[in-house]
């Protein structure tokens, strides 16, 4: 395939913005695109579609909303045909159930991303078994997985016996996540005085980003500091539980609540401290992005978080078995210890800046489908 180029069928699971569809982002924006022609195909629309559409990546939308679901499989077979991929690059569980049949079908090579593995530690024995086994299945048809951390890789060298993969570790891009730039004035627009601390938490709200814990931790610190203000950035099915949790400990003076926004910088540049007290993350893109911006950041010591922060020297790293008391301690000690904050903004930027920049990123998808390619036509 000398001289042509490689047409790399990106699949993610929606078109929302997380943590994978920002991966994702960042990929096709940055992939050599007179080496490689990304497609993206997303099982629903959303913001990221309109996103794609506006710096010229052409995307497909397949509706569904399940994993395996053997509706779809026709359709995305037919769409690998007619936009003649050569490459299968499937993110996460629901895409690459979704893809795989089509990649084996016309015999393309196919790569699995593992953003975060389908099975959690919250979830009941039978079910968690299921995904374990519906893991262990998918990775097997790929040609080549990729893990964000090696934490992801190492759990599932335990679970599934015989297992590798590339790590290829989720990264920010310094142009858009940049401490020196200037930003919009958030705190006026949110009626926040320059003089109060901003905790920031922008996350999904729900189970898994632990929002409630997060608010009654809060209430815990307000009662010993009073120039705080808690910022929650996003939506999700607690959201009504976040509210009526709010209204209960009288804390709508000083949490103030946001749905999903595409300023992240602007809202990042605000903050003073950054938050993230998630039952399971892979290698969480957010807290890289707090990161790049210089902000005092707290999260559970869970997955892939630990490979990027190093407890009391970039960041705090929050227990997870005892996470309401932890977190409203170290959230405490953030608030009144200038020196500890000022500390941790530093070495966060230092630890992170350049280490994860999303051209390595793309560089390092990109070598792997040339190799396949390669491969293939040897």
Not at 27 to 52: H, Y
Not at 281 to 304: Q, S
């Amino acid at each position: 395939m000398e001289g042509k180029k490689i047409k790399v069928l990106q699949g993610i699971r929606q078109g929302k913005i997380g943590g994978g569809e920002s991966y994702l982002l960042s990929l096709v924006e940055n992939l050599d695109r007179s080496r490689i022609e990304p497609v993206v195909l997303s099982f629903t629309d959303g913001p990221m579609i309109d996103r794609l559409k506006k710096i010229g990546i052409k995307t497909h939308v397949i509706h569904t909303e399940t994993p395996f679901d053997v509706r779809v499989w026709k359709k995305v077979s037919h769409l690998v045909k007619e936009e003649h991929i050569d490459v299968v690059h499937a993110h996460g569980t629901r895409a690459m159930s979704n893809m795989y049949s089509a990649a084996k079908k016309k015999q393309l090579p196919l790569l699995y991303t593992c953003h975060a593995w389908s099975f959690h530690v919250d979830q009941n024995a039978i079910v968690k078994k299921l995904r374990i086994g519906s893991e262990k299945y998918l990775t097997k048809q790929a040609d080549i997985n990729i893990c964000g951390a090696k934490a992801n890789r190492d759990e599932a060298r335990k679970l599934f016996g015989k297992f590798d993969a590339e790590i290829i570790y989720n990264s920010v891009d310094p142009n858009k996540f940049n401490p020196t730039d200037t930003y919009k004035n958030i705190r006026q627009e949110l009626g926040i005085a320059a003089d109060e601390i901003i905790i920031a938490s922008i996350a999904r709200l729900t189970l898994q980003k632990q929002p409630l814990k997060l608010i009654t931790a809060f209430a815990e610190v307000c009662k010993s500091v009073n120039n705080i203000k808690l910022l929650m950035v996003g939506d999700g099915e607690l959201k009504d539980k976040v509210i009526e949790l709010i209204a209960k400990l009288q804390l709508k003076d000083r949490i103030i609540l946001q749905p999903f926004r595409q300023d992240v910088p602007d809202l990042l540049a605000a903050a003073d401290i950054f938050v993230l007290p998630s039952l399971w993350e892979a290698f969480p893109i957010a807290l890289l992005e707090a990161m790049y911006m210089g902000k005092a950041v707290a999260a559970t010591n869970v997955d892939g978080t630990p490979e990027m922060i190093e407890d009391n020297y970039n960041g705090l790293l929050l227990d997870p078995t005892n996470l309401e008391a932890d977190l409203a301690k170290k959230l405490t000690a953030l608030c009144v210890n200038t020196s500890l904050r000022k500390k941790l903004q530093a070495n966060a930027i230092k630890s992170v800046y350049n280490k994860y920049n999303v051209s390595t990123l793309a560089k390092k998808n990109q070598l792997l489908y040339e190799q396949l390619v390669s491969d293939r036509s040897r």
